[in-house]
T-cell receptor
Framework: AQKITQTQPGMFVQEKEAVTLDCTYDTSDPSYGLFWYKQPSSGEMIFLIYQGSYDQQNATEGRYSLNFQKARKSANLVISASQLGDSAMYFCAMRERNTDKLIFGTGTRLQVFP | DAGVTQSPTHLIKTRGQQVTLRCSPKSGHDTVSWYQQALGQGPQFIFQYYEEEERQRGNFPDRFSGHQFPNYSSELNVNALLLGDSALYLC???????????????FGPGTRLTVT
């Protein structure tokens, strides 16, 4: 069964430090995509980064990188040089081949302190 | 370039009533998906519309229905509202499968529905 697991309900990080948000997934489909979204208190889901299951390299987008370990079925998000504006909920999501729906985890609330 | 827009922003309804939520996709996108996000949870897929037809549906009762218009905008209708329907309803737009980059699925700001 398709499932996303985020085991960290909340994380704290000091400004300018790096932080890793964990995500594991379960699927029997060899072709899938993994997403990370940021959700501020305003509610909008902001796309951060994407990793395809056949991508050879880990995805990077500015301060965001995705640590993709296919054998372990993990897709952790690394945020470098945290900023106060990074405080938000972060959701990991998956979409399998030939389907259109995203399956989300329960999210991790990140709080960045000065 | 306008992103995904949703209306209204907030809505309060009474049990048993009906509600209609609206979504306009990002410019150039032709596919609209709807998600329900209960408090403290991740979004749950309701259904997706493409070419004015429902293409895929999640595990939601028939009280949830939708429509897509020729201009690709979409409506989500919920009949016979229950207290448990209180949630943030998110709309996401994308290009038809295989037509664009796999990562292109952008969300709107959501409509917060409260059922009393």
């Amino acid at each position: 069964a398709q499932k996303i697991t985020q085991t960290q309900p909340g994380m704290f990080v000091q400004e300018k430090e790096a932080v890793t948000l964990d995500c594991t997934y379960d699927t029997s489909d060899p072709s899938y995509g993994l997403f990370w979204y940021k959700q501020p208190s305003s509610g909008e889901m902001i796309f951060l980064i994407y990793q395809g299951s056949y991508d050879q390299q880990n995805a990077t987008e500015g301060r965001y990188s995705l640590n993709f370990q296919k054998a372990r079925k993990s897709a952790n998000l690394v945020i470098s040089a945290s900023q106060l504006g990074d405080s938000a909920m972060y959701f990991c999501a998956m979409r399998e081949r030939n389907t259109d729906k995203l399956i989300f985890g329960t999210g991790t609330r990140l709080q960045v302190f000065p | 370039d306008a992103g995904v827009t949703q209306s209204p922003t907030h809505l309060i309804k009474t049990r048993g009533q009906q509600v209609t939520l609206r979504c306009s996709p990002k410019s150039g996108h032709d596919t609209v998906s709807w998600y329900q996000q209960a408090l403290g949870q991740g979004p749950q897929f309701i259904f997706q519309y493409y070419e004015e037809e429902e293409r895929q549906r999640g595990n939601f009762p028939d009280r949830f229905s939708g429509h897509q218009f020729p201009n690709y905008s979409s409506e989500l209708n919920v009949n016979a509202l229950l207290l448990g329907d209180s949630a943030l309803y998110l709309c996401a737009s994308s290009l038809a499968r295989g037509q664009g980059a796999d990562y292109e699925q952008y969300f709107g700001p959501g409509t917060r529905l409260t059922v009393t």
